[in-house]
């Protein structure tokens, strides 16, 4: 099943930074979606990242990912 978010609330700088094929953090959204046991949601125009409830992760369009807990899936979070 692949991994589903609500973009309404989503900075645009890091929508076209995840989705985008080009976009920085486009390789953590692809391998995101092969993790079952990684959740996302939208807070503040942020997607935070948890691994199986735990916030592991904080991106944001205009500064750099807040590391929560190590976690392999943050290698691809560092630019």
Known sequence: MALTIDTTNMCSHLQRKLFDVDGIYHPLWIAMQDDPELTAVVRSR????????????VLAGKSAPKIIREDSICELAVC
Do not use: E
């Open 46 to 57: 942020q997607l935070h990242i948890y691994r199986n409830g735990k916030k592991i992760l």
